[in-house]
């Protein structure tokens, strides 16, 4: 894996140590969770045009 950001590092040391320690089902169902969250404001900075209002 090619770790481009402390951001990437610190979440591959934590899922390693979950890995290893913790209760796997339960952070994947977390982290689905919170991709489930954030999934349209992504969208949305990654395509605006495709939320663009044409009365601004």
Do not use: C
């Not at 390693?16 to 999934?39: A, P, R």
């Amino acid at each position: 894996m090619d770790v481009k950001s402390p951001f990437q590092q610190k979440g591959l040391e934590i899922l390693t140590g979950i890995e290893h320690f913790g209760d796997q089902k339960l952070t994947i169902d977390i982290l689905k969770v919170l991709s489930d969250n954030f999934g349209e404001d992504y969208d949305r900075a990654v395509n605006p045009e495709k939320y663009y209002d044409e009365n601004e």
